[in-house]
Each structure stands twice: as C-alpha cells, then as structure tokens.
C-alpha cells in the first residue's frame, strides 16, 4: 500500500511538471499568433488582391494603359505594354507552376 501512494505520489507530481509545461507552450504560442497576426493578413490580403487582378485582366490592363500614356506617350506606352504583356505570361507560368505542386 504504501508503494502505491509514492507511485500515485510521483505520477501527480509528474503530472503537475507537464500541466505547467503545457501552460508555458500554451503562452509561448498565444505570443507567436500574436506576432504573425499582421504578416499573415498582409499575406492574405495580397493574394487576395491577386486573384482579383488575375480574373479581370482587362481591368488591370485598362489602368496600366491609362498610366502608361499619362507618364510617357504613345511610345512609351507601347514600351509599357510590352513589359506588361511579359511580365504577365511570366507570373501566369509562375503561379501555374507553383500551384501544380500543391
């Protein structure tokens, strides 16, 4: 009997040792969410702001156009366009690539 208690006795306070420890990680990892919280939004917000921009290509081809023949001319504008228009095939073969892999 009296090798029972100091058992009951050792796995109590083994259990106290863990229920602390839990407590601890449990305040580490609240701290952690708090310090990704802002990245994360901006994370979420800017994929966001990419889906939206890749399902009205008109849309974002319409102000980059508007922009391009404020700022530089017809010439410019022709310029512009053709970086746009590379910059968008890579990005689209980009994202395809790496949403294949997920």
């Given at each position: ?18 229920l ?7 305040e ?32 974002l ?29 890579y ?5 395809k ?6």
């Amino acid at each position: 009997m009296a090798n029972m208690t100091k058992q009951m006795r050792e796995v109590m306070q083994r259990r106290q040792i863990l229920l602390s420890r839990i407590s601890a990680q449990r305040e580490e990892l609240a701290e952690i969410g708090v310090r990704w919280t802002v990245p994360l939004r901006f994370a979420d917000q800017t994929w966001l702001a990419v889906r939206f921009l890749r399902s009205h290509p008109v849309l974002l081809a319409g102000v980059a156009s508007l922009i391009a023949v404020r700022r530089r001319g017809v010439i410019g504008f022709a310029k512009v366009a053709w970086r746009l228009w590379k910059s968008y095939r890579y990005a689209d073969n980009f994202v395809k690539n790496v949403t294949s892999r997920l």
